[in-house]
């Protein structure tokens, strides 16, 4: 806090405000290769990133090193003097708030009995089938935050976070199967008895005939199709610069009336925090209520800009990146029902979210273990298909939303049926 | 250093700048500071890796306290590791035609703001364009008393339009990444390109989901190069059981003309003077004459699995190597495009990349192109949209009917791991039958 109290001091003689946000911490990580501990890996990291703002020009920079921060500073300085001018309404000044968000877990610690444990407790659950493990990790970190302004903003926040994945394969059918969460909770045995039953599942999959099917999608297929076309879509930056088909949508039905979206930063997923990236006090954002869109999400900078105000949803990729407009928790909610009853094929996974149009929300994906299900039973597995569609139509009429939801990066979702859907095989 | 067998260390110093301009405004000029260190210690059986920032390898013991710590962590570690080769020679880093780092930042605005504006045709909403400079000092120091140190600087911009008709609203991307300096002069035509693109996929089409013959154009070619046989030839995934093509050397799995290569030796983007290893980098073809030729390894994958050499370690700066792509491309052949065109009859052409991915165990790959043609009669017609295009890797290199003679390389980043690294994709156009085309359009 020395140095921060530095960096502010010495800012504030160049700048109207400046603000520091410091994270430092340590993690462990385990890598299984082939099913066998390969590497541990012990990582320590410190770093701050300083923002500057002088006349509504604002500048950024960040270091790793503590011995430059005079240099990481004049070039925040210099970054802002290069910086269009916007209208700015000033960084928040301190306000008390209680203790909502669970971001630590106090009995998380990067050390390598339980990391040896969860491993162990991966590999003992892909044992319940006839599989190759290909791959794995385990990774535990504790650290913390720290967000201080000109204005007298202090804020520090412990944070922990466990995560686990497995990689299996039988014949040429792989599967894979991860979690992560704040608290040492994690089933890691059952995360790898799920990934060696997808893998052995899905050997000898079945061709499935073009045509349109009911589909689950499981939480992993939603959270990747949602991350890649609607939540860019609920950014208000992305809105009033014209990239956003939600744009002049406020008020209207846009997803199915059985749907609602909110921003939770005080659910227990891995985005939980008191205060956003930029000192902001974290609050719910509904962003879709029962189908109806309600709110764009907010920082300081885009509010200040189009004369609203912040909604907290500043998040920051570490020290090394500016505030930006993201969510925390992304919660799907809405009426549960058995998605599993009537005959639909599941997706577990897609191959290629990531190339879907970010802006209108047309994707062409590969299935990735996928097979029938009825009555909650998996059936027989299909080999190789696409699914093709849009996104936003998609969920304008869903089949209902399963009864378990899951943590999946930064969202919390249930799986969620989408009937007659188009799906390219043979 | 009880029961360490070898350490390395790796130091990647530097800086990085960012420009982005967001429909003319500058959002974000600035200049940020990296220093990431790794040091890996092979115990018995295993590495033990320690991580730091602003790490001081010439302080006195600071190495041998890093490794002091690093070989507790050996103790859980269970796997039997040999090393193959040894370290250097390090290459000589293409000279820079214009030193990025010499320019001031507000001629790189100026720049930027010219190759931006440009995109701005009639329809179009929205222009953004970004501008990334990266200069890396890295030094490669291991227990055999190596010490080696090199720069390298990358630069690069992409530019993006969006086009909006009556609540329609459509995206044109281009953009260029070098290691051969500054490259932000004269680029007006790329922003322009990106407009015209944008609007132009306002009156495109949804493509039809379907088989069909499909022409894929020298970038795409690339990224076909990359999902469907780079990844899946890299040693650790072979090693590990996670690759259809382990097992398969010599065994013909395409086109008998095709022949694909990784060179992390040309003066591309992908380009790197030593790998993260420490080895001097090479050629490897990967295939040859349609045949699986040889693997690419790091040190330790080279002598478990053989068939190829050393030299293909990558890391991001603070990150544990991987085997990993460098320059990654399909060799001309000897058909012009339009003869390609031609024999394809009725088909579709595939234009530009939104990305690709694999699942090399499984070996199914998926790629998006950015638009693309209806082939009628040999001929481009009607333009199609948000078209992307999947396969079976030991199947679908027996497609390839045609190969072109006009190959091209383009820059981008690739991700394993939790790391990306830039790399260079390149083709001839090809010409594919009965190829596995997705979209939501219908009949």
Known sequence: MELIEA?????????????????????????????????AELSRSWGVGIRTIEKGKIGFSST????????????????????????????????????????????????????????????EGAGEHPVTITGGSVDLSRGTIILANSRGVRYTAPRTLASISLEAIHGTSTGYEFDASVFMELDARAVGEQAAFLASHCDGGYDISTGDYDLVLSPIAVAQLLGHAVVPALSGRNVHAGRSRLSGELGKQCLDEGLSLYDDPFARGTGATDWDGEGVLARRIPF?????????????????RYGTESTASAVRSGYGGAPA?????????????????????FVHDIVGAHTANPLTGDFSVELSNAYWIEGGIPGTPVRKAMYAGNIFEAFRSIGGLGKESRVVGSAILPPVRLNKQRIIGK | MQGIRYYDLRQVRGYGTRIDIDNGAVEEAGTSFFDDTVIRALGPKGWGVVTMDSFVPDAPTSI??????????????????????????????????????VIHLDEKIDLLHGIERAARVPEVGNTRATYLERKETVRFMDSSGIDISYDVTRCGFSVMAVAVRQGRMQMGRESRHTISGFNLRHQEGMGEKAGRTAVALLDAVPARGKRMNVVLDQELGGVFAHEAVGHASEGDLIKEGNSVLRGKIGETIGNRDLTIIDDPTLPEFGFEPLDAEGMAVHRTEVIQGGKVHAYLHNRETAPVVGNGEPGNARAMAGSIPQVRMSNTFIENGDIAFEELLEVCGTGILLKGSRGGQVDPGRGVFLFNAEYGYLIENGECTTMVRDVSLSGEILSTLHDIELIGNDRLMYEGFCGKGGQSVPVSDGAPHLLLRHAVVGGSGTD
């Open chain 1, 7 to 39: 960096i502010l001091e010495e800012g504030i003689r160049r700048c109207d405000e400046v603000e520091v946000f410091g994270t430092n911490g340590t993690s462990l990580s385990l890598t299984l290769k082939g099913g066998i501990l390969h590497s």
């Open chain 1, 64 to 123: 790793s090193d503590p011995g430059r921060w005079r240099e990481c500073l004049k070039a925040a300085c210099e970054s802002g003097t290069a910086a269009t001018h916007q209208e700015w309404k000033g960084l928040p000044g301190p306000v008390e708030y209680p203790l909502r968000a669970p971001t630590h877990d106090p009995s998380l610690f990067p050390n390598l009995d339980p990391a040896q444990l969860l491993a162990d407790a991966l590999l």
């Open chain 1, 288 to 304: 879709v209520n029962d189908g109806v869109l309600e709110r764009f999400a907010y920082d300081l900078k885009t509010a200040s």
């Open chain 1, 325 to 345: 407009i993201g969510v925390h928790n992304l919660v799907v909610d809405g009426e549960r029902t058995g998605v599993f009853d009537d005959k639909a094929l």
């Open chain 2, 64 to 101: 041998e306290n890093a490794i002091a710590e690093a070989a507790p962590l050996t103790a859980v570690t269970h796997e039997d590791i040999l090393l193959a080769g040894v370290p250097g020679p390090v290459r000589a880093v293409p000279a820079l035609r214009e030193d990025p780092a």
